[in-house]
């Protein structure tokens, strides 16, 4: 069994940082790659970044520039260091496997950006 845990989530001002963290309990072998999504109030969850086991990232076009997603295999963590956050990017942010694992849904974190 699975169970992905997120952390990290504030309220922050318009400029400001947050490091998201995402605890995976369980195996995760064969699992290549990990994923941050996210679901703005009444909007669709969405993808913004992903890593491969190897370390190869991908990022949503609105984040690029602004995030970083790494990983630390020892810990079973993944992270998403989010800089320049824009009211835009408020939302529950979740982790999941890439494709995403409907019984890995997690409880999310919720990130703020308000003035």
């Known amino acids: 069994q699975v169970q992905l845990v997120e952390s990290g989530g504030d309220l922050v001002q318009p400029g400001g940082s947050l490091r998201l963290s995402c605890a995976v309990v369980g195996s995760i072998r064969g699992i290549n790659a990990m994923g941050w999504y996210r679901q703005a109030p009444g909007k669709q969850r969405d993808m913004v970044a992903h890593?491969?086991?190897?370390?190869?990232?991908n990022y949503a076009s609105s984040v690029k520039g602004r995030f970083t997603i790494s990983r630390d295999n020892a810990k079973n963590t993944v992270y998403l260091q989010m800089n320049s956050l824009k009211p835009e990017d408020t939302a529950v942010y979740y982790c999941?496997?890439?494709?995403?694992?409907?019984?890995?849904w997690g409880q999310g974190t919720q990130v703020t950006v308000s003035s």
């Open positions: 999941n496997t890439i494709p995403f694992v409907r019984g890995f």
């Open positions: 890593i491969t086991s190897g370390g190869a990232t």
